[in-house]
């Protein structure tokens, strides 16, 4: 059998984390475990993906502080977001003067680049790289459904995009490090509706947790969170009871990012969360400080991500989608 899980003989360290939110964000079930908030989304700029810029500047500006890393230290910027051609990491970024890639994974950029960052820093090409996603609720909405004048009807499936970015400083130091890593399948099983994203990634979380089972030989008891980011409500029903038809059971130590982020029902965000900056934001701010805190040991990350653009919606087309694992462990 061919061997698809990338194994790290060097393997990285997460130095540091920040994340900034928005309000919304901050009155949910992890406000309090957030760096930063702004109360009216804007962050002092004038267009939401002014903003949104602003907020990964700050993320990172955030993460460098506590790592006692400046810029000019780092080897690479990896940074992406969900606006065309990532213009939000490409102005937030052009500041620091550290080389920079761009990337694009949607909801699984996060970790995406925790995976790219990992197999630069295993193979001894870079000693240390930073890692930061975005997305905000009114700049994603402008370009994917409607301006938020319009006031559209949404659907019970529909997930509520994230206004938040979250920053990873990797290098050789830290509590947590990053040991394995497993890079997704773009999946397409035909799905061509928006408003239910999580219908469409929950086959790719399943193809990747799969294989990943498949060659490591371990078991869902292995670990003691299975993460997805982000499938909400719909999509992570979906992956459970799929999963459970294929005898794979991970109802007790799944949690997925859009469910954590909000209070569903509460904060009436239908299906919960998404975005680039959904998964880096709870990642960042709880699953992290959770690993370096040893109140759980060893977990499984998916970031999920719905490869559509608004050109190929608005050609009726379906939506491929993809989800990276990586693997992250406590260490003393």
């Known amino acids: 059998m061919k061997k698809?899980?990338?194994?790290?003989a060097r393997k990285p360290r997460i130095v540091s984390t920040y994340s900034v939110v928005g309000h919304l964000e901050?009155?949910?079930?992890?406000?309090?475990?957030f760096d930063e908030y702004c109360k009216d989304d804007k962050f002092g700029k004038e267009s939401w993906e002014k903003a949104e810029s602003e907020m990964q500047r700050r993320a990172l500006c955030g993460a460098l502080k506590k790592s006692g890393f400046i810029d000019t230290e780092l080897d690479i910027l990896l940074a992406g977001d969900l606006l065309n051609q990532c213009i939000g990491s490409n102005y937030a970024l052009s500041n620091f003067d550290t080389g920079f890639l761009g990337l694009y994974g949607a909801c699984s950029t996060c970790s995406e680049g925790l995976l790219i960052g990992s197999c630069l820093y295993g193979g001894g090409v870079i000693n240390s790289c930073a890692v930061v996603t975005s997305s905000h609720y009114c700049s994603s909405e402008r370009q994917f459904r409607f301006p938020l004048e319009y006031g559209g009807q949404r659907a019970p499936t529909a997930q509520w995009t994230t206004t938040g970015a979250g920053a990873f400083i990797l290098g050789d130091s830290g509590r947590v490090e990053i040991c394995e890593a497993l890079v997704g399948k773009v999946i397409d099983k035909g799905i061509n509706d928006i408003n239910n994203m999580g219908a469409a990634m929950a086959p790719?979380?399943?193809?990747?947790?799969?294989?990943?089972?498949l060659e490591s030989e371990k078991s869902v008891s292995d670990f003691d969170l299975i993460i997805t980011g982000d499938l909400g409500f719909e999509g992570?029903?979906?992956l459970k009871d799929l999963?459970?038809?294929?005898?794979i059971d991970i109802r007790k130590n799944?949690?997925?990012?859009?469910?954590?982020?909000?209070?569903?029902?509460?904060q009436d965000v239908h299906a919960g969360g998404s975005g680039c900056g959904c998964s880096a934001i709870v990642m960042a701010s709880n699953i992290i400080p959770n690993l370096e805190g040893k109140t759980i040991k060893d977990v499984l990350f998916l970031g999920t991500g719905a490869l559509m653009s608004p050109m190929s919606l608005s050609q009726g087309g379906t939506i491929p989608a993809v989800a990276h694992l990586v693997r992250l462990k406590s260490v003393n």
């Open 254 to 266: 799944h949690v997925d990012c859009g469910l954590m982020v909000f209070e569903r029902e509460k």
């Open 26 to 33: 901050k009155e949910g079930p992890l406000g309090e475990c």
């Open 204 to 213: 790719a979380a399943i193809n990747t947790l799969k294989r990943y089972f």
């Open 243 to 247: 999963l459970l038809d294929e005898g």
């Open 236 to 238: 992570s029903e979906i």
């Open 4 to 8: 698809s899980i990338l194994k790290f």
